[in-house]
């Protein structure tokens, strides 16, 4: 009787060993603070989600400090500004959206963006343009007027929404080719060594 119970527990055991290495396989990406879609009143509606590469053992993330020797530093403008910038110097369009309260987005400030070749990549091969789609401030782009419009419990600006695509999450960069079509989104810190090479796609 003893070694029947004894069989019955290790068998349980071993279910459950299974069960929690299959649950612990996630998709890859990057870091990213998202918006959920949830109506539940009792948490916020803010969640940091931090994935993992999908092997056995977590993959931890690391944050890259940049070198800044010369205390660079990238030329931000609005989007109205770049537009207007594209059409006396054609370039890429680089779009960062960000929001206050991102701490992935304030890490890519302090670190990535600090980095003194991604500062050079970017000014000499894109206009690049900071845009928080929480401020509540139209923006005019081929004689449409993007206002503040209500998504969930949010609220955002419309043009950041078509960015996007409809996905809410921070940070993200979207790439605008030099006529004004978008080329590509990227969403999620990304590292100096990441960025580096995504930028040197569309250099010179």
């Not at 944050?63 to 207007?84: Q, Y």
């Not at 369009?93 to 302090?110: E, G, Q, R, V």
């Not at 991604?118 to 845009?131: A, D, K, Q």
């Amino acid at each position: 009787m003893l070694g029947k119970i004894t069989g019955y527990i290790l068998t349980l055991v071993i279910i459950s060993s299974c069960a929690l290495s299959s649950n612990s396989e996630n998709k890859i990406d990057q870091p990213v603070d998202v918006i959920e879609n949830n109506d539940s009143e009792s948490k916020s509606s803010v969640k940091m989600e931090t994935y993992t590469t999908g092997a056995k053992a977590p993959v931890a993330y690391t944050v890259e400090k940049g070198s800044n020797p010369e205390g660079l530093s990238i030329n931000w403008m609005d989007f109205e500004s770049a537009i207007d910038a594209n059409q006396n110097e054609k370039k890429y369009i680089l779009i960062y959206t960000y929001t206050d309260w991102c701490s992935w987005c304030k890490k890519m400030k302090a670190t990535t963006f600090q980095d003194q070749e991604i500062i050079n990549l970017i000014n000499e091969n894109f206009h690049p343009v900071l845009l928080n789609p929480e401020i509540k401030q139209d923006i005019a782009y081929k004689e449409v007027l993007y206002e503040m419009k209500a998504y969930g419990k949010k609220s955002y600006n419309e043009l950041a929404v078509n960015l996007l695509g409809g996905k809410m999450s921070f940070p993200s960069i979207v790439i605008l080719s030099k006529r004004e079509v978008k080329k590509e989104t990227i969403n999620g810190y990304q590292s100096i060594s990441v960025l580096k090479q995504m930028l040197k796609n569309y250099s010179k």
